[in-house]
């Protein structure tokens, strides 16, 4: 017989990180596709760009704090980063300029910090951020939906609502423009519409859970719903805020990144609503063209107060 | 009221299962580690050269350690430590003459007409001790749950852990022991009813027991079906899945009224009353893909594990590992000489493929699976955090003392963290320091005696001066 000091339990699931970073990127596919049918295939260049870059970042990066290469080059986590920060950027975005993002998610965002697990920040949604105050130009002039990428860009819709209360036209002129599609954006519903089903498969393989998802669109949805029925004049739908801008891939995709994400289930009941709050906030009154990507870094601020209330009741104790 | 947490595994209990219950030949040479399982020894009666039978008294109980007996008549030759499941104690080594003269003591108990001290005193005397994995000494248990007048008395037969169905063999095949069992129990505690917790894929158990509970026609047993979750037959989970109430993090089931016993430790009540024997065999599953014919086997306690294997077979495959217990709590052996005690309800003989080797180990991304899992409501992450950065205040406010180390949550790291490894090590690191900060209080507690001591001394030093002062001058102005 061998004799070992293998400390119990001796079993595990098999489950492993790689595997949980390859179902993300799987249900990333419909938004890939989405985007490519209306952008044609400047998106997928991106999505090459980003991901070669990233790779190559993290190499640097553990070569530069001495750490063996593998398996974090493996581990696929850097590849979702990649993905979600090239999926977030308008695809007309020079491939300089997202390299540059990326540098700054993968090098700061991530490995400043310690690398996998220890990044207090969505390390995407940091690269997201610096691009948009460095060159809000670029990161804010949208292509025509099916006009290719080299065709007219123009606002958002959620930028050309914004202007457009600004400028006291009526909702009704506003969304009479081209910008606006069946309930939210042109072409964006559709992203939109594809990001929800690969967030739906994710929650049903059990990649995800609900409670950041849902409380992410109860937070968006409730402010949008109230004020609009307060005065429908000068706010947009809960259904036009659902279905535009980075909704639902932040529901699903970003807000639910683990790391940065608040930790015990009530916890990420208030994180994902904080997110969701914050995201009606700055598109309401905000001055930047979508409010997800400051709303995620601001409550990743706050994951630590989160973590630190929402300890759930341990078995045999009182509640606290 | 259901688990929180808890997995859902698949169980590998049918092989042995298709076997009846087979006995295991007494071996030429006994050890009787006296930690039978409690992590305490009992004090031996007896020194090398003693003739025993079997029934003998050889160890006396103390503190956790229930009373021991010898399994087999011959003589005692030595006390001295062996290789055992805790990795190495304290043993008494009978020779065995083969001819299992029964000790004159041994006699069947009329347990109706006893009061409920009798009752325990006998219990005692019997050497039972929990045979679901504790060994601690039932009487004891009986006698807290009789003080604090628990009304339930909670019979475990959940059996939770993959791998292990020793109970559920001997539910299938003495049904009608464990009853008899239940009924002394309640005779000896004052319980008014008693609950049998068996989980729902046990059907063959469930049918055996419920038809031994309608046979003995007594109203005040009734059998629980409960879902196969790991692990409901924790203590704690399972008094909260059968009554509803938690028991305190810092006290006994006896608070909440409940006391519970192995299904097991019932039949050997069972058994001691029926024919006055102690506790010196034990049933032991025998399984696992490295094992030719997995099987329940009823051992002699103090026999080999090596002994128990080749009554199914003999072990064959390689890089085998022997496991004490099942796949999820179970403890590596260290050699198949150890021998079987009170506590051992399982030999898991598994080849690579029945335990795959977990992958390399990643940093936590906080996905809180474990924390879903968990049945103490705890968050593993958290604590695992802590124990990274040896944060003693973060171990305490997350809740280290409730972890009932399980296993669940590295059952589902994705990340492979040894978590269940790493809480073991710091509670006892907790330990340690809550010794040392007690050594230092009371070291700082007696250097402030001496002092007082000494202050007290040079002040009545002092006043003695000061008077011996005071009257020398006194006496001058008299003399003046």
């Known amino acids: ?320 | 009221m259901s688990l929180r947490g808890g997995l859902r595994l698949d169980s590998h209990k049918a092989r042995p299962l298709e076997r009846p219950i087979r006995g295991v030949p007494p071996p030429t040479e006994i050890a009787l580690a006296l930690d039978q399982g409690s992590g305490e020894e009992s004090v031996p009666v007896v020194k090398a050269g003693d003739a025993v039978h079997m029934g003998t008294l050889v160890a006396a109980s103390a503190g956790a350690a229930a009373s021991l007996h010898s399994p087999v008549s011959g003589i005692v030759r030595e006390i001295a430590v062996r290789t055992t499941l805790r990795g190495s104690g304290r043993c008494i080594v009978i020779e065995n003459d083969g001819n299992d003269r029964r000790a004159a003591s041994l006699a069947p108990l009329d347990w109706r007409t006893l009061d409920e001290v009798a009752l325990l005193e006998h219990i005692a005397a019997g050497g039972v001790a929990g045979l679901g994995g504790a060994a601690f000494p039932t009487a004891t248990k009986l006698a807290l749950a009789r003080a604090a007048r628990a009304d339930l008395l909670l019979l475990n037969g959940a059996e939770c852990e993959p791998w292990i169905c020793c109970d559920d063999g001997l539910m299938r095949e003495r049904a009608a022991q464990v009853v008899l069992g239940a009924q002394v129990m309640l005779a000896a505690t004052g319980a008014r009813r008693c609950v049998v917790a068996i989980e729902d894929d046990k059907p063959e158990a469930i049918l055996a027991m419920e038809s031994a509970v309608s046979a003995a026609s007594d109203a005040r047993i009734e059998i629980r079906v409960l879902p196969a979750v790991f692990p409901l037959g924790a203590e704690g989970a399972l008094v909260t899945a059968v009554t509803g109430r938690e028991v305190p993090h810092d006290g006994l089931p006896p608070q909440v009224g409940v006391v519970c016993q192995n299904v097991g430790t019932a039949a050997a009540v069972a058994r001691l009353v029926q024919d006055g024997q102690p506790v010196i065999s034990r049933i032991v599953t025998v399984t696992g893909s490295g094992v030719r014919e997995p099987c329940n086997v009823e051992a002699r306690v103090g026999t080999p594990v090596a002994d128990l294997i080749g009554a199914c077979g003999g072990s064959d495959g390689p890089e085998l590992r022997h496991i004490a217990g099942g796949s999820l709590t179970g403890r590596i052996l260290q050699s198949d000489t150890v021998p079987v005690t009170k506590g051992l309800n399982c030999v898991l003989v598994a080849t690579s493929a029945d335990l795959p080797a977990r992958g390399m180990e990643m940093p936590c991304i906080r996905c809180g699976d474990c924390a879903t899992v968990c049945p103490a409501g705890l968050l593993p992450q958290q604590l695992h955090a802590a124990a990274r950065t040896d944060d003693t205040a973060g171990l305490v406010r997350y809740g280290l003392s409730a972890c009932i180390e399980c296993g669940c949550c590295d059952y589902v790291c994705p990340s492979a963290i040894p978590l269940t490894a790493r809480f073991r090590t710091a509670r006892e690191q907790q330990h340690l320091q809550d010794m040392e900060r007690r050594r230092a209080l009371d070291a700082k507690a007696r250097y402030e005696r001496h002092q007082r001591r000494l202050a007290e001394q040079a002040e009545a030093e002092r006043r003695a001066f000061d008077e011996a002062r005071r009257r020398a001058r006194d006496s001058e102005t008299g003399t003046d």
């Open chain 1, 1 to 320: 017989m061998t004799a070992t000091t293998g400390q119990p339990p001796h079993v595990v699931a098999g489950i492993t990180v790689p595997r949980v970073m390859f179902q993300v990127l799987l249900a990333l596919v419909p938004v890939t596709a989405v985007q490519a049918y209306l952008f044609g295939l400047r998106p997928l260049l991106l999505l090459a760009v980003a991901g070669i870059a990233a790779l190559a970042c993290e190499a640097l990066a553990l070569r530069l704090r001495r750490r063996s290469p593998q398996p974090f080059l493996r581990d696929g986590s850097v590849l979702v980063t990649a993905v979600l920060l090239a999926l977030a950027v308008p695809p007309t975005l020079p491939v300089p300029l997202l390299v540059f993002g990326i540098a700054v998610a993968v090098l700061v965002g991530k490995h400043a910090y310690g690398g996998l697990g220890q990044n207090p920040f969505n390390p995407a949604m940091v690269g997201y951020a610096v691009l948009l105050v460095s060159f809000p130009l670029e990161m804010t002039r949208w292509p025509a939906p099916g006009a290719g990428w080299d065709a007219m860009t123009g606002a958002t819709a959620l930028d050309t609502l914004r202007t457009g209360l600004r400028q006291s036209y009526t909702m009704q002129e506003i969304f009479a423009g081209p910008a606006f599609g069946h309930v939210g954006a042109a072409g964006a519903e559709w992203i939109s519409l594809a990001a929800l089903a690969g967030g739906l498969y994710l929650l049903a393989r059990r990649i995800i859970r609900w409670h950041i998802p849902a409380a992410m669109l109860a937070g968006l949805a409730a402010p949008a719903a109230l004020f609009h029925m307060i005065d429908p004049g000068a706010h947009a739908t809960a259904t036009f805020h659902l279905a535009a801008g980075a909704t639902m891939l932040g529901a699903f995709f970003i807000a639910t990144d683990p790391v940065s994400a608040a930790t015990s289930d009530r916890g990420r009941l208030f994180y994902g609503a904080g997110i969701g709050v914050l995201t009606w906030v700055i598109r309401t009154w905000g001055g930047f063209p979508d409010g997800v990507a400051f709303a995620v870094l601001i409550m990743n601020l706050a994951v630590p107060l989160i973590d630190r209330y929402t300890v759930p009741r341990i078995y045999g104790h009182a509640q606290r």
